[in-house]
């Protein structure tokens, strides 16, 4: 099985916050079949931009980072500009719900 490139490690909350221009991001899980479908939305729009800060994380119980934005289905994207969060994608199921988030971020 392929991976879809969710990390383990965990980035600090802070972190994210400190984050400058657009970012996106995302918790999943590389085994999570809803995440799979969502990619074919996803990979297509995200990749295309390459100034977007994109960052993929493995999510799961006692994950601190998931918790903090309140994830609670996989995947969901938060969209942020300069650390704050602009919009949010779960489970989404067409590519122009992900341009539109993508937009509200990148204008």
């Known amino acids: 099985m392929d991976t879809l490139g969710y990390e383990e490690s965990q980035l600090d909350r802070a972190d994210i916050d400190a984050i400058t221009g657009p970012a996106v991001v995302e918790f999943g899980t590389n085994w999570c079949g ?35 934005f309140r994830v609670k289905l996989w995947p ?22 992900v341009e539109q988030a993508l937009a509200q971020v990148t204008c």
């Not at 297509?44 to 994109?54: D, E, G, I, K």
């Not at 969901?76 to 719900?97: K, Q, Y």
């Open 34 to 68: 809803y995440c799979r479908l969502a990619h074919r939305y996803l990979d297509p729009v995200l990749s295309a931009h390459s100034s977007l800060t994109y960052i993929k994380v493995e999510d799961g119980k006692g994950r601190p980072l998931g918790r903090s």
């Open 76 to 97: 969901t994207a938060i969209f942020l500009r300069d650390g704050v969060e602009v919009a949010r994608l779960v489970r989404p199921t067409t590519r122009e719900a």
